[in-house]
């Protein structure tokens, strides 16, 4: 069993920053592209932001240059630094994992259970 679990949520100003942490724990051969998504009220979910195993990176048009994932491969761990946050960047925010469990099998597609991320003043 592989689980995401995510931390660095909470309540923050307009402007203000947080850091999202995500660490995958289990049985894991590798780990591929690992994402950030999120769900407002009322909305599908969308991305916000993915990268590789390589540090090849995708952000969505809305966060560009305010967001930026990283990752630790050592640790199977990503993270999401989240800058100069507005109001519309209130949401869940969702952990996913490309996950290989054990070699020659196939990869598994796994979520966190969300983090609240809150922009209010």
């Known amino acids: 069993q592989v689980q995401l679990v995510e931390s660095g949520g909470g309540l923050v100003q307009p402007g203000g920053s947080l850091r999202l942490s995500c660490a995958a724990s289990?049985?894991?051969?590798?780990?591929?592209?690992m994402g950030w998504y999120r769900q407002a009220p009322g909305k599908q979910r969308e991305l916000v932001a993915t990268?590789?195993?390589?540090?090849?990176?995708n952000y969505a048009d809305s966060v560009k240059g305010r967001f930026t994932i990283s990752r630790d491969n050592a640790k199977n761990t990503v993270y999401l630094q989240m800058n100069s946050l507005q109001f519309e960047d209130t949401a869940v925010y969702y952990c996913?994992?490309?996950?290989?469990?054990?070699?020659?099998?196939?990869?598994?597609?796994?979520w966190g259970q969300g983090t609240q991320v809150t922009v209010s003043s």
């Open positions: 996913n994992a490309d996950v290989v469990r054990r070699r020659y099998n196939p990869p598994s597609v796994i």
């Open positions: 289990g049985t894991i051969f590798r780990v591929n592209v």
């Open positions: 990268i590789t195993s390589g540090g090849t990176t």
